[in-house]
């Protein structure tokens, strides 16, 4: 953990001075506990960091990077392997410490935000768009970083019936297989499609 804790405080540190949070430490310790959280393998402090240093590369093309810095760091601050809502429950406690500091179109929008990375529905607001093409990065990892993942993901559902588990899990990545593009953005189907698709031809086949 202490690896990624340096651009952690760092991005908390600029969202901070750009929005003025009232309770700028506590918000932050709250959202790392919660990341730390025993039930996630990959939902982790690991994939919050790997999500923000991405963002930094693709910063130029964003219209409001500080709302997509926000939402990254709340789209899985709430996190049960079991749950159905857990993107609901994270726009929630987004609200619930943030919506006193911020203007609320910017509650809203990125509310929303955090709602989309549910579905992954494609979408015509670039920035949506480069909050979803990160979240689904980790597809196009290099071959070792996405046979941890696999495993981190398996690790989260330890508690379905193996062979159950291996027939939805090849569901799921068949699924984004399929898509096409993968990817929303000219810059991910560029730079990530290919690989992600590899990835998971690996996977299913």
Known sequence: ????????????????????FSEPQKV????IAAYSEKQRAYHTLQHLYECLALLESIRVNLNDAHAVILALWFHDAVYDPQAKDNELKSAELFEQYLAQDLPNDVVQKIRWWIVATQKHASTDELDLQFLLDIDLAILAASSERFAEYEQQIQQEYAWVDPDVYSIKRKQVLAHFYQIEPLYQTEYFQQDFEQRAKNNLKNIIE
Request: aromatic share 20%; charged share 15%.
């Open 1 to 20: 953990m202490p690896q990624y804790l340096t651009l952690l405080e760092k991005s908390w540190s600029e969202l901070h001075q750009y929005y003025h």
């Open 28 to 31: 932050f310790n709250k959202l």
